[in-house]
């Protein structure tokens, strides 16, 4: 099973994706962007936010998305547990805030980075504006984090919409709850699935 922990920035994904693997020892735990020896290069250039261009800021996340994919997952989705931080649907909810790429073509080209290889199931953390800022006020903000809380608030809600675009299961979950509380929601939901 391919599952993917989504959220905006500080929503908890990381220490959700420890908690839960522990439950899946042979699990394939892994992220976007990032989690590839190019997709490592890529992150770095991506996250520096240098480029100008909103177009080729997409790219490079889909450059590192089919690398993925191509790497990680399409070896793996059959007989393991995959555990992604983020996912296409991070990509496409970042890209629909942009704007700058018309909707279709943001599904077109996902679908064609990703060969249409996408996580059974989405959990999405679901933060409230007064948790954000909170957790932003605790870290150094990378060059998208700088751009501002309304605008990832923005985001978390393009999360949403991202998983209706490719036609995903969403589960949202609080995460202002605690951390076990959160655990136990997404294990619920995985080994409800395990045993339909
Ligand atoms: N359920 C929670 N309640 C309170 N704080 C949390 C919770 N989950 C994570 N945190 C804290 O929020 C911050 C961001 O968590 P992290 O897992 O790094 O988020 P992300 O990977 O989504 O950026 C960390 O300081 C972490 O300790
Ligand atoms: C996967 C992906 C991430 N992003 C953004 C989300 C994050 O702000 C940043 C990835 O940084 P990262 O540190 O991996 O995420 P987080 O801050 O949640 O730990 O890139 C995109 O804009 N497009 C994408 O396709």
Redesign the pocket.
Known sequence: MYIA?E????????????AVSQNFPNAIVTKEPGATDIGKEIREMVLSARAQSKKAEFLLFLADRAEHIKEVIEPNIQNKMIIS?RSAVSGVAYALIQGEIDKKDLIELNHFATNRVYPQKVFL?RLTKE?LEF?LS??KLDGIELRGSEYLLKIQDAIVEATKLLGLELIEID?????D??TSKILDNINRESTN
């Open positions: 922990i959220g905006i920035d500080t929503a908890g994904k990381s220490t959700q994706i420890n931080d953390l948790a957790r605790k870290k995460a202002t709850l605690t951390r509380e959160i």
